[in-house]
Nanobody, 115 residues
Framework: QVQLVESGGGLVQPGESLRLSCAAA????????MGWYRQASGKQRELVAT???????NYVESVKGRFTISRDNAKKTVYLQMHNLKPEDTAVYYC???????WGWGQGTQVTVSS
Protein backbone atom coordinates (compact mmCIF):
# COMPACT_ATOMS: atom_id res chain seq x y z
CA GLN A 1 0.00 0.00 0.00
CA VAL A 2 1.24 3.47 -0.89
CA GLN A 3 1.07 6.26 1.66
CA LEU A 4 -0.44 9.50 0.40
CA VAL A 5 0.26 12.72 2.28
CA GLU A 6 -1.66 15.85 1.34
CA SER A 7 -0.67 19.34 2.43
CA GLY A 8 -1.13 23.01 1.62
CA GLY A 9 -4.68 23.64 2.73
CA GLY A 10 -5.80 26.53 4.87
CA LEU A 11 -8.29 29.29 5.50
CA VAL A 12 -8.50 31.86 2.70
CA GLN A 13 -10.85 34.57 1.58
CA PRO A 14 -12.90 34.34 -1.62
CA GLY A 15 -10.77 35.14 -4.64
CA GLU A 16 -7.52 34.02 -3.09
CA SER A 17 -5.29 31.13 -4.13
CA LEU A 18 -3.82 27.98 -2.63
CA ARG A 19 -1.48 25.29 -3.88
CA LEU A 20 -2.02 21.77 -2.61
CA SER A 21 0.60 19.05 -2.71
CA CYS A 22 0.30 15.30 -2.41
CA ALA A 23 3.37 13.15 -1.89
CA ALA A 24 3.14 9.44 -2.63
CA ALA A 25 5.48 7.13 -0.78
CA UNK A 26 5.84 4.02 -2.88
CA UNK A 27 6.96 2.69 -6.24
CA UNK A 28 5.58 3.11 -9.72
CA UNK A 29 3.94 6.51 -9.12
CA UNK A 30 4.59 7.49 -12.73
CA UNK A 31 2.61 4.49 -13.97
CA UNK A 32 -0.70 5.81 -12.67
CA UNK A 33 -3.17 8.48 -13.59
CA MET A 34 -3.78 10.59 -10.52
CA GLY A 35 -6.61 12.74 -9.29
CA TRP A 36 -7.62 15.27 -6.70
CA TYR A 37 -10.84 14.59 -4.88
CA ARG A 38 -12.74 16.69 -2.39
CA GLN A 39 -15.40 16.05 0.17
CA ALA A 40 -17.49 18.83 1.61
CA SER A 41 -19.22 18.36 4.92
CA GLY A 42 -22.29 16.17 4.51
CA LYS A 43 -21.57 15.45 0.85
CA GLN A 44 -20.06 12.61 -1.14
CA ARG A 45 -16.46 12.71 -2.21
CA GLU A 46 -16.08 14.00 -5.77
CA LEU A 47 -13.27 13.84 -8.28
CA VAL A 48 -12.40 17.38 -9.37
CA ALA A 49 -9.21 17.05 -11.41
CA THR A 50 -7.23 14.29 -13.06
CA UNK A 51 -3.88 13.96 -14.74
CA UNK A 52 -2.84 11.04 -16.90
CA UNK A 53 0.56 9.40 -17.11
CA UNK A 54 1.21 11.60 -20.13
CA UNK A 55 0.10 14.70 -18.21
CA UNK A 56 -3.23 15.11 -19.96
CA UNK A 57 -5.60 16.90 -17.60
CA ASN A 58 -9.33 17.02 -17.03
CA TYR A 59 -11.49 18.99 -14.64
CA VAL A 60 -15.00 18.99 -13.33
CA GLU A 61 -16.94 21.90 -14.76
CA SER A 62 -17.13 23.80 -11.49
CA VAL A 63 -13.34 24.24 -11.27
CA LYS A 64 -12.40 24.63 -14.94
CA GLY A 65 -10.32 27.72 -15.54
CA ARG A 66 -9.55 28.10 -11.83
CA PHE A 67 -7.73 24.89 -10.84
CA THR A 68 -4.64 23.36 -12.43
CA ILE A 69 -3.40 19.87 -11.68
CA SER A 70 0.21 18.91 -12.34
CA ARG A 71 2.64 16.19 -11.39
CA ASP A 72 6.34 15.73 -10.75
CA ASN A 73 7.15 12.06 -11.19
CA ALA A 74 10.69 12.46 -9.92
CA LYS A 75 9.29 13.77 -6.63
CA LYS A 76 6.30 11.40 -6.71
CA THR A 77 4.11 14.41 -6.08
CA VAL A 78 0.90 15.73 -7.58
CA TYR A 79 -0.14 19.35 -7.18
CA LEU A 80 -3.38 21.30 -7.36
CA GLN A 81 -3.05 25.02 -7.96
CA MET A 82 -6.30 26.74 -7.07
CA HIS A 83 -7.11 30.32 -8.02
CA ASN A 84 -10.17 32.49 -7.47
CA LEU A 85 -11.38 30.26 -4.67
CA LYS A 86 -15.05 30.33 -3.81
CA PRO A 87 -16.91 29.38 -0.63
CA GLU A 88 -18.28 26.33 -2.43
CA ASP A 89 -14.70 25.04 -2.79
CA THR A 90 -14.61 24.50 0.96
CA ALA A 91 -13.87 20.82 1.55
CA VAL A 92 -11.26 18.31 2.59
CA TYR A 93 -9.06 17.64 -0.42
CA TYR A 94 -7.50 14.25 -1.10
CA CYS A 95 -5.37 12.80 -3.84
CA UNK A 96 -5.46 9.25 -5.13
CA UNK A 97 -5.19 7.24 -8.27
CA UNK A 98 -7.83 8.13 -10.83
CA UNK A 99 -9.07 4.59 -11.54
CA UNK A 100 -8.48 2.86 -8.26
CA UNK A 101 -8.39 3.62 -4.56
CA UNK A 102 -6.34 0.52 -3.80
CA TRP A 103 -3.70 2.69 -2.15
CA GLY A 104 -6.17 3.80 0.48
CA TRP A 105 -6.73 7.41 1.47
CA GLY A 106 -4.48 9.92 3.14
CA GLN A 107 -5.61 12.27 5.85
CA GLY A 108 -6.52 14.98 3.37
CA THR A 109 -6.00 18.70 3.70
CA GLN A 110 -8.74 21.12 4.71
CA VAL A 111 -9.51 24.06 2.46
CA THR A 112 -11.85 26.67 3.88
CA VAL A 113 -12.93 29.64 1.82
CA SER A 114 -14.68 32.26 3.88
CA SER A 115 -14.80 35.98 4.35
Amino acid sequence: QVQLVESGGGLVQPGESLRLSCAAAGPFFSNYAMGWYRQASGKQRELVATISTSAKTNYVESVKGRFTISRDNAKKTVYLQMHNLKPEDTAVYYCNRQYSTAWGWGQGTQVTVSS
